[in-house]
């Protein structure tokens, strides 16, 4: 390369760090046929595989998986020796790659990027390193692993011990040996819990110091799983495909069974059948739902304590090795050979870090609160900066001079964890916001790498200088990277996930737990839409397609997904009796609801005969005040049954009564038949409140859907023919016009259950051309002044939402207050999904804090059910 004298050198590409990514970003650049620099601390590749060298290190993702796929010949001439490689045999192949590859002529060992800068003017970073090297280059991409930045000690009189002092994330290259030492552990997360085992081998005397107890299984080491080297045999292709859209980055097969519904003979057998397999997709896929329901979870990790006090003898030892304050998974389990057993060992003892701290490191050993302990060597294996770590470490300033750790002070924020706003042609391999830690980082590493390059490789083609995230793409996946996190039980544990280890670090759910399949589905979703939410630049102008990927909740995308695969035949094509047993079976399945304190079912006088009513009374002691409530269904479709989770969940939430009537229904009964029978029921309820355990005085209405339609209606209704008063309106995506041509239809009448055509079969079933435009049947066409404050909610996927939208503005205008509740990424049946659609849980409790506040006498209550 030519470049004036005096002058930094100049590159296409700087990449730092020669671990799994590292390397292969190098191939695929060379490939590109781009000039590039990759810079390491270590004097030779390996990375991870470098650094954590201590006794016991291996990988516990099997062999057959933790590799690379991108070269078929490779695979063929690379055999590993056994199910969990050790570190020696991962660095040698590291290091096999590198040659095969001719890698190592542009990797500067040995050296550090100290800073990088953006130049706006010139679109190059110009990079510095503790070599005192400066160069410039146009893409800057960190290959800087996830666990690379070890945590700094934050333990008193670490300077002071006079002995041996190791660390499990920087091990000496020279053989250690503990033989006749009495040498400290402190620590149990993965490296903790490998090492222990060993050192325990050679030591005289070993001493674990324990702060919080960890999961792990037996890895059951040995030869490679059979069933999966078959499978390669047979077509590689295939399996590694297979991996690529799993949702770990593995194939393992996903079950439907659910720990709340499995009985215990299932459970047990499920539960045994992972422990025998030693692999972590297996133990972390028990159960369907042991990710996000707690009791579920519960009975897994029940499990696993058992297994722990199966083999300690030491009943007190094992107590304390049973991990209690977070679910299983949320901390990242371990896989061990030995580690239980090992506390049987006559000279191992554990020391619970929280009945006896440490109060310092001392010069020979360390002080407890209790006790002094004399020790000759001392094994740090306290964990790493996860995550954000490494990338902060390398000074990054973007434009206009912001750095890169000033942008994350309150947490990390990118796009797809590959990019981040500000920081022009700044790539991150598998950054916070993509799965990495949660999968096998082989796969998520070659897919980052893939796109990566693709990406460079399209921008030369369309003669592309510089691409950058927009800030409402990334706003957008900040969100969904929160919303996925938010339906798990992760956000409960004080895990390196969160940033919990590291004293003062932003507390947020730094990966993406969406699945790798979901993922590589948004990056390629991305380029199919023209780099969406990407800004191009170039000489010839530039480029910005810009949006959010994933705006849907994404447990309601499961939902749909789940649906489309069960081929349901569209309701609009049934009869009403086909549909309604259709909906009556859906319900059967539903998971079990929430508690109440007592439910009855009634009649009450209707206009044509008697209503049949279901009440729902809270635990709390009444009397309470009274929501009159009207299910969902089109005003052909539902009864008691089809709403009942939604109301208990009401109920418990904010602590009415719900009295849910079943109106009458069409096309038996058609229009005004349901709006009758709605004002008519609000009626009844009103003067019998004291009887149904409720505050006279003091009632509410609230429906979802068409029942939103005829609770507006009844509001309405009351209003013209004296009473009763009523309190307030709680219309849940509810229909409030006969009008099908606002923007929502356009946009949603299609693929979110709820659909146009549907919409017009309930229609047509309820109520003649000629009566839609009645304010009955469409309650925004009528008077809307002096009605009762309302609460409107509406979803963003739903037809009917600018339905709801449009009844909020026209009650304001009248001057009715009005609170609207935005069901964001829902559709129109999902916030009602009580116990299946998690993500739906904050928005009933919204919902609830309105139903309370309809009723002020009332005191707050919180979230029961949070
Ligand atoms: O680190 P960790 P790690 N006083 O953070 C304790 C991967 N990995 O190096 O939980 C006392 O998990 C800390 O206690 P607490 C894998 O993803 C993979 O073991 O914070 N104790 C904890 O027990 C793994 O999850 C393999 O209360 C202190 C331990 O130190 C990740 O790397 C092998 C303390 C740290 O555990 C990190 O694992 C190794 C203090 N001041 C690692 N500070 C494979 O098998 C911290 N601790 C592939």
Redesign the pocket.
């Known amino acids: 390369m030519n470049k004036p004298a005096g002058s930094p050198e100049e590159f296409d590409a700087v990449v730092v760090g020669a671990g799994f990514s590292g390397l292969y970003m190098l191939y695929r650049l060379r490939q590109l046929g781009l000039s590039v620099k990759a810079f390491d601390s270590a004097d030779d590749v390996g990375g991870t595989w470098y650094w954590?060298r201590y006794p016991g290190?291996?990988?516990?993702i099997p062999t057959t998986d933790y590799t690379y796929s991108f070269d078929p010949e490779l695979e063929k001439v690379w055999t590993w020796s056994e199910k969990y490689a050790t570190q020696p045999e991962i660095l040698d192949y590291l290091r096999f790659v590198a040659d095969r590859y001719g890698l190592r002529a542009d990797i500067e060992f040995s050296t550090s990027v100290t800073s990088a800068r953006w130049d706006e003017q010139e679109k190059r970073w110009s990079i510095a390193t503790d070599r005192g090297t400066q160069l410039r280059c146009r893409y800057y991409i960190m290959a800087s692993g996830c666990?690379s930045m070890p945590?700094s000690l934050?333990?008193k009189g670490t300077d002071r011990f006079a002995g041996k002092v190791y660390f499990?994330?920087g091990w000496p290259h020279e053989d250690v040996d503990f033989t006749g030492q009495r040498v400290a552990v402190?620590?149990?997360?993965?490296?903790?819990i490998?090492s222990i085992p060993l050192i325990a081998r050679q030591a005289s005397q070993l001493t674990v110091?324990?702060?919080?107890p960890?999961f792990s299984v037996p890895a059951h080491n040995g030869p490679a799983p059979a069933d999966r080297l078959a499978w390669l045999a047979r077509d590689r292709e295939e399996y590694r495909d297979a991996a690529r859209w799993s949702r770990g980055g593995m194939p393992v097969e996903l079950t439907d069974v659910l720990g709340v519904t499995a009985s215990e003979t299932v459970a047990r057998e499920r539960f045994e059948d992972a422990w025998k397999q030693g692999q972590l997709f297996a133990i972390l896929g028990v159960f369907a739902d042991q990710g996000v329901n707690p009791a579920s979870n519960m009975i897994v990790g029940d499990m696993i304590r058992e297994k722990i006090r199966s083999v300690v003898h030491d009943p007190q030892t094992a107590d304390a090795l049973c991990p209690k304050d977070h679910y299983f998974g949320t901390?990242?389990p371990?896989?061990d050979s030995g580690y239980f057993e090992t506390y049987n060992l006559p000279h191992v003892r554990l020391v619970d870090?929280h009945k006896q701290p440490?109060m310092s490191i001392t010069e020979d050993g360390i002080d407890t609160a209790d006790e002094s302990f004399g020790f000759d060597a001392i094994v740090y294996?306290?964990?790493?900066d996860a995550m954000t770590g490494a990338l902060a470490a390398v000074n990054a300033t973007g434009r206009d001079g912001l750095a890169l750790t000033e942008k994350w002070a309150a947490g990390p924020s990118t796009y797809l964890g590959l990019m981040t706003t500000g920081f022009p042609n700044f790539f991150m391999i598998t950054g916070p916001g993509s799965p990495s830690?949660l999968s096998n980082m082989a796969v998520s590493i070659e897919q980052h790498v893939d796109w990566v390059a693709d990406c460079l490789r399209d921008m030369g083609a369309e003669g592309f200088e510089t691409i950058e995230p927009t800030p409402v793409a990334e706003a957008g996946w900040d969100q969904h990277v929160r919303d996925c996190g938010a339906i798990t039980l992760h956000p409960t544990a004080?895990s390196?996930y969160m940033g919990a280890?590291v004293p003062g670090k932003p507390r947020v759910f730094l990966p993406y737990i969406g699945g790798v399949d979901a993922y590589r589905q948004a990056c390629d979703d991305v380029v199919a839409q023209d780099y969406l939410g990407f800004r191009r630049t170039g000489p010839g102008g530039e480029r910005c397609h810009d949006g959010v990927i994933r705006r849907m909740q994404p447990d309601v995308s499961l939902v749909l997904q789940v649906m489309a695969t069960m081929g349901l035949p569209p309701m609009e094509t049934l009869s009403a009796d086909d549909a309604r047993a259709m909906m009556a079976l859906a319900a059967a399945a539903r998971p079990p609801s929430p508690e109440v304190g007592e439910v009855t079912d009634g009649v009450m006088p209707g206009p044509a005969g008697d209503l049949p009513y279901r009440l729902y009374r809270p635990a709390t002691a009444g009397p309470h005040p009274v929501v009159v409530y009207f299910h969902g269904g089109g005003w052909v479709l539902g009864d008691l049954d089809s709403d009942d989770p939604l109301c208990r969940d009401l109920c418990v939430r904010s602590d009415t009564v719900i009295v849910s009537v079943n109106y009458r229904h069409a096309p038996e009964a058609r229009f005004p038949a349901a709006a009758e029978d709605a004002y008519a029921a609000l009626r009844w309820t009103a003067a019998h409140a004291g009887e149904l355990g409720g505050i006279p005085g003091q009632i509410a209405v609230a429906g979802w859907s068409a029942g939103g339609n005829i609770a507006a209606v009844a509001c309405q209704l009351a209003r013209d023919a004296g009473g009763p008063p009523v309190s307030g309106q709680l219309l849940l995506t509810p229909v409030t016009d006969s009008d099908m041509t606002r923007p929502s239809y356009d946009e949603n009448g299609d693929g979110y259950v709820l659909t146009t055509p549907l919409m017009h079969w309930f229609w047509d079933y309820y109520a003649d051309p000629a009566d839609r435009g009645d304010p009955r049947a469409a309650p925004l066409r009528g008077n809307l002044e002096g009605l009762p404050p309302a609460c409107i909610v509406t979803a963003d996927f739903d037809p009917l939402r600018d339905d709801g939208l449009a009844y909020a503005d026209a009650l304001e205008a009248a001057g009715t207050q009005v609170r609207r509740v935005r069901a964001r990424g829902h559709t129109h049946t999902s916030v009602t999904m009580v116990g299946v659609v998690i993500s739906g849980a904050p928005v009933r409790a919204e919902i609830a804090e309105a139903l309370r506040d309809f009723f002020p006498s009332r005191t707050s209550l919180g979230n029961p059910l949070e």
Not at 209 to 212: E, H, K, L, P, S
């Open positions: 954590n290190a291996r990988c516990d666990l945590k934050d333990i499990t994330s402190i620590g149990t997360g993965s490296s903790g490998q110091f324990q702060r919080t960890n901390k990242r371990c896989l870090l440490i294996a306290t964990g790493f830690v004080n390196w280890n």
